[in-house]
C-alpha cells in the first residue's frame, strides 16, 4: 500500500463555515509537511483523518481504512495534539502509562513502553515529577512520547515545534527524520513554514480550506519560473561584478551594495551557471549565492497571491 491517507472529494462545513473544500489528496511514506496559516483548515483536516469528525462531503481512509469509529485503524495511529490536556496531580509517566492502559496494554506493557518513551524524547530524568511542574517544552515532549508509546504505522504531530528551544527544536527534528528513516510515515502539521524545510521537502499546501499545492517543494517551485529570481551574491569586488554581469540579457535588475549585489533574472538556471562560473575562475568574483525566491516562503506567497 502506497498511500497512508487517502483522500477524496472532501469538503468539512459547520452551519454555513466551509472548512474544507472538495480536497483531493494522497499521503505517502516519509515526512510530509501539512502546512497553512492558521484557518486553512490544518487542524480540521487532522480531524478527520483521525475519525474525530464526519466528512459532510467525499471520504477518508487512513492506513486502507476509514477512520471514523474504527478502533482496528485508530489503535495504528499516533498522534501528538497542539493543546494540552493533562490529568491533574499526575507525573509524565503516569500520563503515557495510562494512556497506554486505554489502548489495551497489560501492566507491565504498558510500564514498559512508557519508560521507552520517555526515553525517546530525553524525559527519562523528569518522567516522575508532577506534569504541573513542567514547561511548555517539556509538555510537548511528554505528549510525543504518549503518541510514540504503542509503536505506530503512522505519526500525525500538530504544531509539535510549539514551546521548544532551539536546542529542543533540533532534537525534535532528528527524532521525526529518524522515525521515518525507520519505516512510521510521519505528518507535521505546522504554520511554521521555515520548521517545515528542516525535515522535509515533501509537503501539502492548504490556504482557506483548499488544497493549493502537494508534492516536493522544487517541483512545486517550478510552478513560478516563468516569474523573476531574486538572487542575492556576496562579492569581494562588487563593482567588478556588476560590470560583468550587467551585459547578460536574462539580468532584469541589479543592486549595488557593499557586500555585493542583488540581481533580478528572467532565467535562473543561465545566472547560476554564469555566477558558478565567476565563482571558479582564478580570481572569483563570486563568494556565495543565494536565492530567497527558492524558499518554501517564496512558493507559498506566491501561490495565495497569484
Not at 480531524?47 to 482496528?72: E, Y
Amino acid at each position: 500500500m502506497s498511500a497512508v491517507v487517502e483522500v477524496k472529494s472532501l469538503s468539512k462545513w459547520f452551519g454555513e463555515v466551509i472548512a474544507l473544500n472538495n480536497l483531493d489528496l494522497e499521503i505517502g511514506r516519509g515526512v510530509t509537511g501539512l502546512l497553512g496559516p492558521n484557518g486553512a483548515g490544518k487542524s480540521t483536516l487532522i480531524k478527520v483523518i483521525l475519525g474525530l469528525h464526519a466528512p459532510s462531503r467525499g471520504s477518508v481512509r487512513v492506513l486502507g481504512g476509514p477512520p471514523r469509529n474504527n478502533a482496528a485503524v485508530l489503535r495504528r495511529i499516533g498522534y501528538c495534539p497542539e493543546t494540552d490536556n493533562f490529568y491533574a496531580n499526575t507525573s509524565g509517566f503516569e500520563f503515557v502509562y495510562w494512556m497506554n492502559r486505554y489502548w489495551g496494554m497489560n501492566s507491565r506493557d504498558a510500564a514498559r513502553a512508557a519508560e521507552e518513551a520517555c526515553d525517546l524524547v530525553h524525559m527519562t530524568d523528569r518522567m516522575h515529577d508532577p506534569v504541573e511542574e513542567y514547561s511548555k517544552g517539556m509538555r510537548q515532549r511528554i505528549k510525543l512520547a504518549q503518541a510514540l508509546a504503542a509503536r505506530p504505522d503512522f505519526l500525525l504531530l500538530d504544531e509539535p515545534m510549539n514551546g521548544l528551544d532551539p536546542q529542543g527544536r533540533d532534537e525534535m527534528y532528528a527524532l521525526i527524520q529518524r522515525l521515518a528513516e525507520h519505516g512510521t510515515p510521519v505528518v507535521v502539521s505546522s504554520h511554521v513554514l521555515y520548521e517545515i524545510e528542516r525535515i522535509t521537502d515533501d509537503v501539502v499546501l492548504l490556504y482557506g480550506g483548499s488544497l493549493i499545492a502537494q508534492g516536493r517543494v522544487r517541483d512545486i517551485r517550478a510552478l513560478i519560473d516563468s516569474q523573476p529570481h531574486t538572487i542575492h551574491v556576496s562579492s569581494g569586488s562588487p563593482r567588478a561584478l556588476a560590470a560583468r554581469v550587467a551585459g547578460e540579457g536574462h539580468i532584469l535588475a541589479l543592486e549595488l551594495r557593499d557586500d555585493g549585489l542583488v540581481l533580478r533574472t528572467s532565467d535562473p538556471n543561465r545566472c547560476y551557471d554564469l555566477l558558478n562560473g565567476l565563482a571558479l575562475g582564478e580570481d572569483p568574483l563570486v563568494r556565495t549565492i543565494e536565492c530567497a525566491d527558492d524558499s518554501l516562503q517564496a512558493v507559498f506567497d506566491y501561490l495565495t497571491k497569484k
